[in-house]
């Protein structure tokens, strides 16, 4: 199945705490679901096109860790969590940690992932929950939507091959 949806998260902002995005994929959310927590898949879709995975980790448990590392052009942006909620493949509950940040633990996230499917296709929510509106307005600020909307047109090309 080819990409159908390319470019067409959207990004709301609920509370001044809140970052929403929401994104229908061509595939069912059992594929979505694989592609979105395997670290082998996850190499594939999650730096897009701004750069290389240098490594996907994921220990899928509750209590277990992830780590996504890529090579933007010279330099490494890593990101990190801790997996709060797991409730495959409908509920992913995790921390994010931007470990670029002076003191990154400072601004960690609470993200919840949803997936629901009809007819095939699967509806991705993702609420992106800090602790106060200047930790979220900077993830704003920082490009992650162009950098989103390109890794999740990824995602669904993963998906739709398995």
């Known amino acids: 199945m080819p990409t159908t949806t390319k470019g067409t998260a959207k990004v ?16 069912p959310k059992e594929l979505v679901w694989r592609a979105y927590t395997t670290p082998e898949l996850v190499k594939r879709w999650w730096a897009g096109e701004k750069g290389a995975m240098v490594s996907a980790e994921i220990d899928l448990r509750v209590g277990g860790g992830w ?6 052009g010279g330099f490494e942006v890593a990101f990190r969590g801790v997996y709060r909620e797991i409730a495959a493949p409908d509920r992913l509950v995790n921390t994010e940690v931007f470990e670029g940040l002076p003191d990154p633990d400072a601004h960690t996230g609470l993200i919840t992932v949803t997936f629901t499917e009809t007819d095939g296709r699967t509806h991705m929510s993702m609420l992106c929950e800090y602790d106060d509106q200047e930790t979220r307005d900077a993830v704003i600020a920082s490009g992650m939507e162009s950098g989103l909307q390109d890794s999740l047109d990824h995602l669904e090309t993963v998906a739709t091959s398995l």
């Open 12 to 27: 709301t902002l609920p509370t001044d705490l809140q970052i929403l995005i929401t994104r229908e994929f061509n595939a």
């Open 67 to 72: 780590r996504y590392v890529m090579d933007a």
